[in-house]
């Protein structure tokens, strides 16, 4: 089962409410939040307090991408806000920093991912894919929305794919960036479950609509 997770930073953040609600009604299965520091990625977004609003008022499941320096730092904010799914850049921070934080968030009883840029290999999952419930593979440079799909990241998606199933076979795979109804289909034959769509779902009037044509056709 394919799970859509449209990105709020499309959307029209001052109807925040409004907007996950539509998407709710279209289908969604998760809101995925992106957070920005300014230092990891050069742009600002959202953080904790617009987190905690959303929390209010939505049940959707709350799938949040921190790319933000030394994530350790706030994990216990973002959970407490209401994250369900914490998502760690392996860029971030150290191995014995990053294992810590995702310890973290499970012990509040979230579930975690791990998130890996364009230029960073398969194989950096390995410390962390026994632990995590996600593996986000990024299709973008991360920071911007409305960027174009980088297809050379499909080949990524099949080696993660391959490890989750030799070491954690229930752990989701994820892609993020320029996902529209021409590469969703790429990517699930990748081997993604999980696609992020921001601008493809917030750009459409008909967010149903936006969101059946990312999933596969029957
Ligand atoms: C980019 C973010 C994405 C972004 C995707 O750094 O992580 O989640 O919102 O936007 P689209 O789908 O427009 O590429
Ligand atoms: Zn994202």
Redesign the pocket.
Known sequence: MIKIAP?V??ADLANLGAEVEQIRLGGADFV?F?V?DGCF?P?ISMGVPVLRSLRKATDLFLDV?L?IDRPLRYVDAFCKAGADLVNFHVEADTEENLLLAIEKARALGKKTGVTLKPATPAEAVLPYLPLVDLVLV?T????????S?MFDQLPKVTRVRELADAIHPDCEVEV?????AETAPLCIRAGASVL??????F?KADRAAAIRALRPQT
């Open positions: 990105s930073l499309a995925h992106d920005m990625v742009n991408h790319m990024m973008v440079e991360p920071g911007f929305g409305g960027q799909f993020d960036g320029g996902v529209d992020v769509a921001g601008s493809s779902v750009g």
